[in-house]
């Protein structure tokens, strides 16, 4: 049970500085512990083949697709949560927490319905012109990784409702689970039984499987502050369901833009020479570590915010949303510095050419200080903005953003003026710059405190 000093300080604050290390230290952890597992993942992967590689990067790229939207709802539903418990009206958050888990589960399975009967046309569209090898390893892979698609968007709607009640620890706990279940499994199926993509994929389905079990276990638990009724006790809400739909698809549609993006990103990534490809892969997986506090910062921010917007207490909306920011910017200028101090060591534990490493050095950089300098400016301020309810001006932004700055200015870098692959990265920062200079002035103004959902 929470101790109220945790909660509400003497200064009417409420939430302390204590609460907030203790919900964001286990999400830094999870975040941490999954990149790592992802490299030792497509370590094991790499053992099967090309193909098989090969395979599972281009079926993944819509998987990922359809993970990124079915957590956009979780959080829309979260916001939705935490703003209810800010109004302290325990019922309807825990109505909302009941809709939502509802929605997820319905429209995740509808959506995989959907993938598995177009397999054939979708799989033709995308990959028709890879080598019939890879095509047939897309087949076995695709078949039984898209099964995984509802146990992961109702796992994260699960995680979801536990970081709007400030318990972290659980989601992170269930994670490290479910990613240790992925590596051995991917250990025993693929080194051991020499299942190949068929390995990965039921590694995949398996983990993700047992999770989503282990989190409805214990969201359904009476000493949960949001526990489920289940589906004999479920009854639509309208006016709830419109609510979590409503600040949900915004996000879906923003993380589904996103993605579309790096997709079609990839494609004109595959017109540049061989140590291009290799330097953009390369700076794909270190950078990816640049943000990770960052990202999982911006989970604890919507449970932060979202509560003070119920309440309706703005000023400690933006005391939060500022505090968030200079821990984003202290701890992601450390962990930013160090990769950016190993980038030599990195390199060479990849073995590439010195082309390779010319290009991938210079991209890090690039990359390395922008993450530094601007990412919380355009990122976690919009995630406070989003908590308080106004996700449709952050989604607008944020899609323009995207396919201006990254995927018009980037392929018009790339094709026509003949950059190469720093061209790309140079469009990151475009792309951040962009977005801050929209939503810093949006911030500062008022607008956005009155997108709460209605009373």
């Known amino acids: 049970m929470r101790k109220k000093e945790d909660f509400i300080q003497a200064s009417g604050y409420m939430f302390s500085r204590r609460?907030?290390?203790?919900?964001?230290?286990?999400?830094?952890?999870?975040?941490?512990?999954?990149?790592?597992?992802?490299?030792?993942?497509s370590v094991m992967v790499a053992s099967a083949g090309e193909a098989a590689v090969s395979a599972v990067s281009l079926v993944d790229s819509?998987?990922?697709?359809?993970?990124?939207?079915?957590?956009?709802?979780?959080?829309?539903?979260?916001?939705?949560?935490?703003?209810?418990?800010?109004?302290?009206?325990?019922?309807?958050?825990?109505?909302?927490?009941?809709?939502?888990m509802a929605a997820l589960l319905a429209l995740s399975l509808l959506?995989?319905?959907?993938?598995?009967?177009l397999q054939g046309?979708?799989?033709?569209?995308?990959?028709?012109?890879?080598?019939?090898?890879?095509?047939?390893n897309c087949r076995i892979y695709y078949r039984i990784v898209m099964l995984s698609i509802p146990m992961i968007a109702v796992y994260n709607g699960g995680a979801a409702l536990f970081r709007a009640v400030g318990d972290s620890r659980t989601s992170m706990r269930i994670s490290l689970l479910m990613n240790v279940i992925n590596?051995?499994?991917?250990?025993?199926?693929?080194?051991?039984?020499h299942m190949g993509?068929?390995?990965?994929?039921?590694?995949?389905?398996?983990?993700?499987?047992?999770?989503?079990?282990?989190?409805?276990?214990?969201?359904?638990?009476?000493?949960?502050?949001?526990?489920?009724?289940?589906?004999?006790?479920?009854?639509?809400?309208?006016?709830?369901?419109?609510?979590?739909?409503?600040?949900?698809?915004?996000?879906?549609?923003?993380?589904?833009m996103f993605q579309l993006g790096k997709l079609v990103m990839f494609s004109v990534v595959s017109t540049l020479p061989t140590a291009s490809i290799a330097a953009n892969a390369i700076a794909n997986t270190i950078t990816s570590l640049h943000w990770v506090v960052g990202t999982s910062t911006n989970l604890g921010l919507t449970s932060v915010v979202s509560p003070c917007v119920g309440a309706g207490d703005y000023k400690q909306a933006r005391w939060y949303i500022r505090y968030f920011l200079r821990f984003i910017y202290l701890v992601q200028s450390l962990t930013c510095g160090s990769t950016l101090l190993a980038i030599p060591l990195i390199l060479k534990l990849y073995h590439v050419s010195a082309e390779?490493?010319?290009?991938?050095?210079?991209?890090?950089?690039?990359?390395?200080?922008?993450?530094?300098?601007?990412?919380?400016?355009a990122f976690s301020i919009s995630t406070g903005m989003r908590a308080a309810g106004d996700v449709r001006y952050v989604m607008v932004v944020s899609s323009v953003s995207m396919w201006l700055c990254r995927v018009g200015l980037g392929s018009a870098l790339i094709l026509v003026f003949h950059t190469g692959v720093v061209g790309l990265w140079i469009t990151w920062v475009v792309d951040w710059l962009f977005r801050i200079s929209f939503f810093v002035p949006h911030y500062l103004g008022k607008k956005w405190e009155t997108k709460a959902i209605p009373r």
């Open 197 to 256: 993509v068929a390995g990965v994929a039921i590694a995949t389905l398996v983990s993700r499987t047992v999770a989503m079990l282990v989190i409805v276990c214990k969201a359904f638990r009476s000493s949960f502050a949001l526990s489920l009724r289940g589906l004999r006790h479920y009854r639509p809400h309208a006016a709830i369901l419109q609510r979590i739909l409503s600040m949900g698809i915004p996000n879906g549609i923003e993380n589904g």
């Open 183 to 193: 590596v051995c499994g991917n250990a025993l199926l693929v080194y051991a039984m």
């Open 62 to 100: 819509i998987s990922v697709l359809m993970v990124h939207i079915f957590s956009a709802l979780a959080a829309g539903g979260a916001i939705v949560v935490g703003q209810y418990l800010g109004r302290r009206e325990q019922e309807h958050a825990k109505d909302a927490a009941d809709q939502l």
């Open 356 to 377: 390779t490493a010319h290009l991938a050095t210079i991209i890090m950089l690039i990359h390395g200080v922008s993450t530094i300098l601007l990412w919380p400016l």
């Open 111 to 117: 959506v995989t319905a959907a993938l598995i009967i």
């Open 121 to 136: 046309p979708l799989l033709r569209l995308l990959f028709g012109r890879s080598p019939a090898e890879v095509q047939e």
């Open 19 to 41: 609460y907030i290390h203790r919900l964001l230290l286990p999400l830094i952890a999870e975040q941490l512990l999954s990149y790592l597992v992802g490299l030792a993942d």
